[in-house]
């Protein structure tokens, strides 16, 4: 007599657990799925400054260097964009990073650019890592994102950077060059003058 209402109790209570933990789970997956949505939602890289302007000596070479047209589009399209959207322009960019590295103009050829090259690939990778991590840490991706935008920043100081050593070289050559000039008139005049004793 006591079995059966023992049976039915337990079988109450085995059910009513199941129920609980069956009725918990939607809403954890509910509460994760109104946060992802609002991660996907949320606006990144509003604080990003501008980029430096390039000079007018290396706005010319850049015009030849394939690609750096689109990576510099490409870099503006990061201010205040959603995941989505900046994942889709992480892609450009990774693509078109290492495009530049591989295509480098003679005269950046440089030690420091290709370190600046080479620095914000990897930033560039590692925001696309951010970009495609299940569960999106919005603290992080904002910061990967300043980072890559800093590196790409410096890419574009050292571009500027070397058109003015560039110059400034050239102009100490042309110094050089007027002063061994002026040496060699003033030689000349020295020897025509001795010239001009002796006769």
Request: glycine share 2%.
């Amino acid at each position: 007599m006591y079995m059966p209402i023992f049976s039915n109790f337990f079988y109450v209570l085995i059910g009513g657990l199941l129920l609980m933990g069956s009725c918990s789970e939607p809403v954890e997956t509910e509460e994760t799925n109104s946060e992802d949505l609002q991660t996907a939602q949320k606006h990144y890289g509003q604080k990003l400054k501008d980029m430096p302007a390039l000079s007018e000596a290396s706005r010319t070479t850049v015009a030849t260097w394939s690609v750096f047209e689109d990576f510099e589009e490409s870099l503006q399209d990061l201010k205040n964009r959603t995941v989505p959207s900046l994942t889709t322009t992480t892609e450009k960019l990774n693509r078109q990073t290492d495009s530049l590295t591989k295509s480098i103009p003679q005269t950046l050829d440089t030690p420091p650019m290709q370190v600046r090259l080479k620095l914000l690939n990897t930033r560039v990778q590692l925001l696309d890592q951010q970009l495609k991590y299940p569960r999106i840490d919005s603290i992080q991706l904002e910061n990967s994102l300043e980072e890559m935008y800093s590196a790409a920043s410096h890419l574009l100081v050292e571009i500027n950077r070397t058109f003015r050593k560039n110059k400034i070289d050239e102009e100490l050559k042309e110094s050089e060059k007027k002063e061994l000039e002026q040496q060699k008139r003033f030689l000349d005049s020295v020897y025509q003058a001795e010239l001009n004793d002796n006769d």
